[in-house]
């Protein structure tokens, strides 16, 4: 159950960053870099983490026409990340474009290449924010399995979304579908501006693929209890 443990490590410096991979190594199975950690330390910072022994899941959300996300995939492809991900809104083309953009440079230099994920719609957002704010007639969890179903046809590997959409997402692209769940909380855990939150538990029920947890293991006064308390919930 480990493997499935993916930590945000939504933090400033490399010095902190490591010092979580350090204590958290043996309790999960991967780390992602986010856009705070990745903008304060640079695009080493991939290389440092897999070099310090972990998986990295780079999560930068491209959002852009598709020349430019493609391009920007290109370049993630060298960085070493086992997985990235693009935003399922960007639309087909983009997201079908990256995806071959991706699997080409990878070809190039003889690697795999990393799992290019979509996401769908942010764990923060509440479904009246998605109708009243964004204008989405349809509710939200059809909403994602729609999109879901746009990142399949665009020949992504999966979906990042909350693990309450899990049925959708599969009714519409099956079960070998990669699905990430951020907005993992603990019964003991803040629900911090997450809006669609699963326990662990729950989440795996579901069958999520991946578990995203940030702050209630970075946060915590010791993460390796923090998570050594979470996987008893799961193991
Ligand atoms: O829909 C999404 C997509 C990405 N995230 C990211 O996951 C982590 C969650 O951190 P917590 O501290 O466990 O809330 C964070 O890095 C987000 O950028 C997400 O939460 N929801």
């Known amino acids: 159950m480990r493997e499935k443990i993916i930590v945000a490590l939504d933090v400033d410096t490399q010095q902190e960053a490591l010092a979580l991979t350090t204590a958290l190594r043996d309790h999960v199975g991967a780390f992602k870099v986010g856009l705070q ?3 304060n330390t640079g695009p080493g910072i991939v290389k440092t983490i897999a070099d310090a022994g972990g998986k990295v899941f780079l999560d930068l959300k491209f959002h ?13 492809v060298g960085l070493g990340a086992f997985m990235f991900n693009v935003h399922a809104s960007g639309g087909k083309k983009m997201m079908a474009d990256t995806a071959a953009a991706a699997k080409k440079r990878a070809e190039k230099l003889g690697i795999p290449a990393p799992l290019l994920i979509g996401v769908t ?13 964004l204008g989405v007639t349809r509710s939200l969890p059809e909403h994602v399995g729609a999109l879901a179903r746009q990142c399949q046809q665009a020949g992504l590997d999966g979906v990042v979304a909350s693990a309450r959409e899990i049925p959708w997402i ?13 907005g993992i909380r603990p019964a003991w855990a803040a629900g911090d501006d997450q809006s669609r939150i699963v326990t662990p538990k729950d989440a795996l029920k579901q ?5 995203v947890v ?7 006064e010791d993460p390796a209890e923090a ?7 799961i193991e």
């Open 37 to 39: 950690l990745y903008n």
């Open 64 to 76: 852009d026409i598709p020349n430019t996300a493609a391009r920007a995939a290109e370049a993630v």
């Open 121 to 133: 719609v942010l764990t923060s957002m509440s479904e009246e924010e998605l109708q009243d704010e």
């Open 170 to 182: 599969r009714k519409a692209c099956g079960e070998d579908f990669v699905i990430v769940t951020p």
């Open 207 to 211: 069958g999520a693929d991946y578990l």
């Open 214 to 220: 940030g702050r209630p293991l970075t946060k915590a």
């Open 227 to 233: 998570a050594k308390r979470l996987l008893a919930e």
